[in-house]
Structure formats: C-alpha cells, structure tokens
C-alpha cells in the first residue's frame, strides 16, 4: 500500500509539473545609486517588476545613462546576461549622493541612497506576497559616491576624514538593509570621472587633484566591503572595481571597439562617454560582462 501510494503520490507531482504553467520563480535584484544606475522605476505608481517587464515600469530599458532607451549596466545584467530570471526593483534616482545631511545634491528632489533606503523599508523590505524575495533568491547593488565627489572634491579640510564620515553613513544605511534579511551584496567603486569630457575641459592640476581623491574613497571603500564580508554573519559581498576596467578602455580605446577617449555623444555606440559626464552603453556592457564573471565565482545561482 505504502508503494502504491508514493507511485500515486509521484504521479500527482509529475502531472502537476506537466499540466500547469510552470511558476516563474524569479530572482530579485535590489539596486541603490544614482544616474549610473537608474531606469526611472517608480514604486509607488507600479507595476511592480513583473514577466513581460522584468523592471515594471517605465516601458523597458526607461531612463538610461545619458537619455531614454540607452541601456545601462543594470539592464544588459538583467536581460541579457541573466542566466536565469531576474525582478529587478531599481531605486537608483538621477544625482543620487549618499545623505543630504552630508553633502547637498544637485536639486531638493533628488532621492538620496539614505531615501532610497527608506523607501525600500517602507515597501518590500517585508517581503510582502507581491515580492517574495528571500535572503537566498536575492542581491542588493549599491553604485554611489560620483556625486558625493563631485559636490565636495574641492573643498578645504581633511579629505580622508570626510571620506570616513561619508562611508560611516553609507555603512550605517547598508547595515540597515541587511537587517531586513538582505545576505547578497555587489558595491561599485566610483569611475575616473575626472578624466570625463566635463573635467578634461578644466585644468590638468584639478583633474589629478580629484583622481586621487576617487582613488583614496575607492580604496576605503574596498576596505569597508571587505569588512562587511567578514564581520556580519552570512554575508556575500563583492566589491566590483570598475575603475580600473575604465582606465583600462580609456587608455586604449581602441581594442574596446571605441573611437578615442574623449569625444561624447548619444548617437553612435563607438564612444566610451555618451555626455560630457557619464559613460556611454557600450562601457555599461563591459561592467556587466565583468559582473557576470564574478557571480560565476560567488552567487552560481544568479
Ligand atoms: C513616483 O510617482 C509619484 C506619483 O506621481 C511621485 O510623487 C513620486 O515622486 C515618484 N517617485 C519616484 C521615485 O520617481
Ligand atoms: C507587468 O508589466 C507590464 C509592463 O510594465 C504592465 O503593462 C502590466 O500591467 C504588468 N502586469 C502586472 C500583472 O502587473
Ligand atoms: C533573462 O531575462 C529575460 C527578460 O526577463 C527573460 O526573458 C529570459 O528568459 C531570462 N533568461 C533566462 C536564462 O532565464
Ligand atoms: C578649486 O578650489 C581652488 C581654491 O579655492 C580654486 O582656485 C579653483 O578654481 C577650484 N577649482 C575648480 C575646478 O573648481
Ligand atoms: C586618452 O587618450 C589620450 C590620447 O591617446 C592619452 O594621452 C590619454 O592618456 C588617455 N586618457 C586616459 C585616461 O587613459
């Protein structure tokens, strides 16, 4: 009897998985940034990521690095070099810095990482039936510090110090997120912006100046992930050093498939910058590539 039931019960397992649409079981990606990362989603109006938007909304690819419908970094990692299915919830918002109270962003309306933080917190952080992301089936991107740099690099005073109280407080945040069970962590370290179109056209001093000050936030960075990484109890959390893959296409474009390494445009893929401050689509595929390569190591699962 016993057999007869478990060969019943297998059947009704087997026809269950043949007869029923199968369920989609997506991964949820979580990212937190600025213009490098946005897509425009809106969690308050909806839809929420779902499977003929995998963004919810706006209409895919939405808001891109320079303009509507460019792909970014977020996009190709969602949609084409997603080896399974992947919801993204983008709150990444056009100027991001880390926290108002510390440094003032361009426009009072710009969502902050502390912002958007908060409004993760405040909806599906939960995990509620619309989202039900586990700490297993989930990732959580932070991509920030090109504003808090670029508001601040020329200020007076200690630099390292106020780099410690920037990270304090974008540690203090992620801290937060990981309490609501988050364990998958990706953090971007902040791009030679001052080798961007709109630096090249100030003096050569002001552009080293704010070199070594990226180099310096990218090093304490480093740190504090790896840091991250070991102290709190079941975290995954990789550091993606860009930077150094941006140096790397900027001084030989070239072998990149650019033109050269400063001219910027929307209208042609063969520029490395698609405006004078943020890098074109084609170098946002190269960080996913690179991504892609460093989940194979980490995350087997995404
Ligand atoms: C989302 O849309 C609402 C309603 O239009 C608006 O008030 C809010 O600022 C928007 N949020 C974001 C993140 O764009
Ligand atoms: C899924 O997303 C699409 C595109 O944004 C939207 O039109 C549709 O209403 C959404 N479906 C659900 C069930 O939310
Ligand atoms: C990658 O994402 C796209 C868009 O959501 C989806 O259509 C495709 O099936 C996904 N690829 C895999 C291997 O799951
Ligand atoms: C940086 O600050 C110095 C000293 O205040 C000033 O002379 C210089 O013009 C500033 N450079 C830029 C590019 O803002
Ligand atoms: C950009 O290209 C010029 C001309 O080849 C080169 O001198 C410069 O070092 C390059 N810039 C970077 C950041 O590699």
Known sequence: MARILSILSAFAVLSAEVYSAPAPHPKYWFAFGDSYTTTGFNITTGPLPNLSNPFGNPAYPGIGPCADNLTNWIDDLTTVYNKSLIFTYNFAYNGAVIDESLVTPYL??????????????ATVASRPESTPWTPENSIFSFFIGINDIKHTWNASG???????????????????????????????????????????????????????????????????????????????????????????????????????????????????WCNNYHLSPGVHSYFAQDITELFDLTFTSF
């Open 108 to 121: 009072p309306t710009v969502l902050t990482i502390k912002d958007q933080v908060d409004q993760y917190l």
């Open 158 to 272: 200690s630099r390292t110090a106020f780099d410690d109280v920037l990270l304090d407080d974008y540690f203090g945040l992620v801290e937060k997120v990981y309490d609501t069970g988050a364990r998958n962590f990706l953090f971007f370290d902040v791009p030679p912006v001052n080798v961007s179109p709109l630096m090249l056209a100030e003096p050569v001093a002001s552009q080293t100046t704010q070199g070594v000050i990226i180099d310096g936030f990218n090093a304490r960075l480093a740190a504090r992930v790896a840091q991250f990484d070991l102290s709190e109890k079941g975290v995954k959390a990789l550091f993606y050093n860009g930077n150094t893959r941006v140096k790397q296409i900027l001084k030989d474009p070239k072998k990149y498939g650019f033109v050269d390494n400063s001219t910027f445009g929307i209208d042609s893929s063969q520029y490395c």
